[in-house]
């Protein structure tokens, strides 16, 4: 069975200030169907770029420079749009780091979880349904709500509840709860992981939060300047680091980790280790 996620030896750039930024260096990543696993990593280590490709949902600036993607079988770097559409509404769920910015502030919630059941049943009292599993309590009221008129959380849940939908084989989840406050943190992340495991979801759990991974997921890869450093089990790789700069990571216990805890920067001196990893390489010879 081949893989969902089987990313080969990718190369991603952005334009930057005069200099070409190389967000994923090479990376590689292969993911069985079924899998949880989270990737972590210091910002601007390429965790959401990484998450984007598998869409093909990076923004217009980026540009693949080489390496290979397959998800779910099928190249995504050569699907026709229509085919790629299929594939996103077929297999992939997706929730970002900032929901109302995700959410269409024209549309009220109710049309725009119709337009992604699409095909589906989206009649009222499936809607409310969709709601309902995300926990939103007045769920009709919800529906004839725009953005703007619902907190950040409740945003969350209802892009929750559109990723979860179609019952995606693959869902990926970038910070999800980054936004939310400490309280509500916990209880959406078990949300997710539940619903996820309800559909028989491949989860790719993008994330700051050594303690969610741990709790969660049964796999981890760390990602620092554009490529995968390590991946394994993630006990084996949160207690047995091997790379300079997982054992930084790991030295912020994820046992002793206070809730919401982000990984920063600190803790990782590529010069001290004698490894060159700058964690946003500049491509030579400036703009494209
Ligand atoms: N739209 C963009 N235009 C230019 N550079 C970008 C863009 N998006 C990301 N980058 C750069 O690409 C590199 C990787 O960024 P990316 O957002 O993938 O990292 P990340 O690990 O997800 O960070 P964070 O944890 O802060 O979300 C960084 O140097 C970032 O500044």
Redesign the pocket.
Known sequence: MSPIIDIENVTIE???NGAR?L?LDGATLRVDAGETVGLV?E???????LGLLAGRLL?R??RVTGGQLRIDGQDVLALDDQRLRALRRECLGYIP?DPVAALDPTMRIGRQLELVLHGLPSDTASLRHHLDSVQISEPDRVLRLFPHEISGGMAQRVMIAMAMARTPRLLVAD?PTASLDSHVRTEVTKLIFNLAAKAGATVLW?S?DLRSVSRWCERVVV?YG?KVMEDGPAAQVLRHPTHPYTIALAASDPARAEPGQRIGTRPFDPAASGTEMPS?KLAVGGGR
Request: glycine letters at 22%.
């Open positions: 952005y334009p930057g930024v967000a990593g910002s601007g280590s390429g965790k959401t770029t923004p600036s980026a780091q910070e993008l700051h990602m554009g946003a």
